[in-house]
């Protein structure tokens, strides 16, 4: 398991870790107006910035939504503006993924480069910028579960709501609808091989657990193209992050309210320490909780001439 800590009083914000790195990188060692790109200090608060404006309507949405159904449980599961909010989210965070290689191209001097790759992760690994292919193994694992986006984006996939219902609580979630072999819509065999769906309680938490992992990588990572070169970054107390401010004081809000195939999987658990203003973020965290059976799942597809069967997801 790996624990994230962020401190007030030691960080200066509870905003991933590149914030106190990457203003101090040495002038020498960057090449950003080479490249017609923004110092890598502007291009990380950038990219936190649309996570945080993509984040938070996802979230707020989602515990409005859980707590209109818990007050009314007989409601309309009618979550399309919610859902389109989280298609949004998701290619945020891929962009998210290829601006931190936008950052490392920083590093990169374009007179030296053998390479000229169009993309900026190709650029960079060709190049043989020293950590690069470290930090694409060690964000290979995420970046495969942002697929989803891919067939969102490519193959006309949708995402679905999904609800499942215990005694005194509802709890919600999606999931992305592809037909099968025989034309059948239901859950993405690719996305959902045990034909299930994500909860926005373990989704959302999962992805903000990782934005703090790449982050922490990508430290690693220009720290080592430094310390190649003889030079170093020092940690430095940044600036507080109004917009990610927002991102923890809603994280805090988010229920343990997963789908019971979820009690299987690890997920992300965030803590705040009130009294020493820390953020501790554990991934993957093992659950001990045991859910009730479900009263009853809804899902929410729509019916058209070619598309009269379904395979309702299993949550």
Sequence with gaps: ??????????????????????????????FHNEHRLRH??????????????????????????????RRDPNAPLEMTQLLKCQVH????LQEYLDELWLILKTLVDPKLAAKHGEFAEQYVIENKLPGARSFRDAVECYKST???????????????AVGVWFHDSVHLGYCLEEPDANGVLGPSPEIHPDHGAFSFARDL????????LCSEKLVKAIARALSARGMS????????????????????????????????QAIAKFSFDESSQMLTVKVP??????????????YVFPVHPHGLSCSPPIP
């Design 146 to 160: 942002l697929r989803i986006a891919n067939k969102l984006k490519h193959q006309q996939c949708h995402l679905r």
């Design 89 to 92: 989210f998701l290619r945020v």
């Design 205 to 212: 938490t999962w992805h903000l657990a990782h934005v703090y």
């Design 40 to 69: 890598p200090a502007t291009l990380y608060r950038l990219s936190l910035e649309k996570i945080a404006d993509a984040f938070c309507p996802v979230a707020e949405g989602y515990l409005l939504e859980t707590d209109n159904l």
């Design 1 to 30: 398991m790996t624990v994230v800590t962020r401190k007030l009083m030691i960080d200066g914000t509870l905003a991933p870790s590149a914030v106190n790195f990457l203003n101090e990188i040495p002038e020498q060692a960057l």
């Design 285 to 298: 965290f093992r659950m001990h909780l045991r859910l009730p059976h479900p009263l009853r799942v809804r």
């Design 233 to 264: 970054a020092p940690h430095k107390i940044a600036n507080d992050h109004p917009k990610w401010n927002a991102v923890t004081s809603i994280l805090r809000k988010i229920p343990m309210a997963y789908f019971p195939k979820e009690m299987e």
